[in-house]
């Protein structure tokens, strides 16, 4: 999986155009655009980035060091999230879409608070995702129930 991701973000797109690994990568990027939003990632937020990422997607931790790394060279590239964007839409279905908006609160909660950015970088990719008001607000509410909880 690791070779795929890689394929990916160096842009040999026609070997894995649609797969997990793309998939895998297109939700990873996501999820650390938001972390950092706030101008900052911590431990606590790579922390959870990593369970959520395992969780969601049953990886070893092999492969869940090498999609992270493959996704950190690609915010830290500031490229653009269009092409992650327009897999997903393609790929996930709305319970799938929830699921990662879920992520995505959960990802801006890892440190204690929801930051202005963090929170209106994901309500600007709850729209490019074509996820509703009101499933943003329910996927909102679950990751703060759910810190509260941890």
Do not use: P
Not at 75 to 102: E, G, P, T, W
Request: charged share 35%.
């Amino acid at each position: 999986m690791l070779d795929a991701i890689r394929r990916l973000f160096s842009g040999d797109t026609a070997k894995t155009a649609d797969n997990e690994a793309a998939l895998h990568l297109a939700a990873a990027v996501l999820l650390i655009e938001v972390a950092k939003s706030d101008r900052s990632i911590d431990d606590e937020e790579l922390r959870r980035l990593r369970e959520t990422l395992k969780r969601d997607w049953q990886l070893n931790d092999s492969d869940l060091n090498g999609l992270l790394d493959v996704a950190q060279d690609a915010a830290q590239a500031n490229l653009s999230l269009n092409q992650h964007i327009d897999l997903i839409n393609r790929n996930f279905s709305a319970a799938r879409k929830l699921d990662l908006m879920r992520s995505l609160w959960q990802a801006a909660c890892a440190d204690g608070e929801i930051h202005h950015r963090e929170e209106a970088l994901i309500q600007r990719l709850a729209d490019l995702l074509e996820v509703s008001q009101a499933e943003r607000m329910r996927a909102r509410q679950w990751a703060l129930d759910f810190e509260e909880r941890e």
